[in-house]
T-cell receptor, first 112, second 114 residues
């Protein structure tokens, strides 16, 4: 069955360092992958989309890589700040029908 | 504010009662999605509309759940005969027809069934 895995343990990072989150998937050949941020009690907020033919995408302090051979995406936040503390979710399109399948998310904690 | 809005934000109901939630998507977005999310999990797909047509419905969705988008604008999600297991955050999202299906979420409706 199709499956997306994100590290369920919280990631603690010192302010100013680079945070790296991982999204692994099986039994998919997605055309693209998306990353979202979610704060407690709120809906997810879209951050970045990367297509299967793109190796890397950047937006300000954010960088996403997409390795279709390894079936993995990495999400990096450089020069991390306490305000970056949140849960980060990855999502893939299922079967090209616009339905997204979501990982459970990784909680990121940036310590001052 | 031109984002996605949901109403109510919180709903407490007794088991067996019916509840209805409303979602107003971003006005120019053709696609509308309903999700359910429980603590520590990602959003779980419930159903999807393109304009007024309901194109996809999760097999996990029992007959107690129904959704409508009558004029291709706002949508409602109704849960009949609520059960304690229905307690969750219900999220609505919309996306434009073009692009890579990036979705814009509302604040959610938190349902508690007692």
């Amino acid at each position: 069955s199709q499956k997306i895995e994100q590290n369920s343990e919280a990631l603690n990072i010192q302010e100013g360092k680079t945070a790296t989150l991982t999204c692994n998937y099986t039994n998919y050949s997605p055309a693209y992958l998306q990353w979202y941020r979610q704060d407690p009690g709120r809906g997810p907020v879209f951050l970045l989309l990367i297509r299967e033919n793109e190796k890397e995408k950047r937006k300000e302090r954010l960088k996403v890589t997409f390795d279709t051979t390894l079936k993995q995406s990495l999400f990096h936040i450089t020069a991390s700040q306490p305000a970056d503390s949140a849960t980060y979710l990855c999502a893939l399109e299922k079967d090209s029908n616009y339905q997204l399948i979501w990982g459970a998310g990784t909680k990121l904690i940036i310590k001052p | 504010d031109t984002g996605v809005s949901q109403d109510p934000r919180h709903k407490i109901t007794k088991r067996g009662q019916n509840v209805t939630f409303r979602c107003d998507p971003i006005s120019e977005h053709n696609r509308l999605y309903w999700y359910r999310q429980t603590l520590g999990q990602g959003p779980e797909f419930l159903t999807y509309f393109q304009n007024e047509a309901q194109l996809e419905k999760s097999r996990l969705l029992s007959d107690r759940f129904s959704a409508e988008r009558p004029k291709g604008s706002f949508s409602t999600l109704e849960i009949q005969r609520t059960e304690q297991g229905d307690s969750a955050m219900y999220l609505c999202a919309s996306s434009p027809l073009a692009g890579g299906n990036e979705q814009y979420f509302g604040p959610g409706t938190r349902l508690t069934v007692t």
